[in-house]
């Protein structure tokens, strides 16, 4: 069974600073781009951040461009994101996604381009 399983979400105080994980576990994802997205209460699913298979290219939302840094480990098949800075508007359920139908990373990711996710990790950054 394929399964992406995020951790390292909490309650931070604003200009603070978490770093999430997700694991995959069921097959490797070392030759696909994978990402995070975020769910903020009643907002729609958003991308944060993308990295390709290699990790030498890595792609931001405007809105974490400087704060926020992805990475990977493909020897440990899991990626990281790394936020500093940390803003309240950052509060949101985080979540890890793949794309292993097109290697080729893309600047922007809409959540229909994924087809693995994890379940998510809250993050919620209080004032």
């Known amino acids: 069974q394929v399964q992406l399983v995020e951790s390292g979400g909490g309650l931070v105080q604003a200009g603070g600073s978490l770093r999430l994980s997700c694991a995959a576990s069921?097959?490797?994802?070392?030759?696909?781009?994978m990402a995070w997205f975020r769910q903020a209460p009643g907002k729609e699913r958003e991308f944060v951040a993308a990295?390709?298979?290699?990790?030498?290219?890595?792609y931001y939302a405007g809105s974490v461009k400087g704060r926020f840094t992805i990475s990977r480990d493909n020897a440990k098949n899991t990626v990281y994101l790394q936020m500093n800075s940390l803003e309240p508007e950052d509060t949101a359920v985080y979540y890890c996604?793949?794309?292993?139908?097109?290697?080729?990373?893309?600047?922007?990711?809409?959540?229909?381009?994924?087809?693995?996710w994890g379940k998510g990790t809250l993050v919620t950054v209080s004032s």
């Open positions: 069921g097959r490797s994802f070392s030759n696909n781009a």
């Open positions: 996604a793949a794309d292993t139908r097109f290697r080729t990373i893309r600047t922007t990711y809409s959540p229909r381009d994924m087809n693995y």
């Open positions: 990295i390709s298979w290699s990790g030498g290219t890595q």
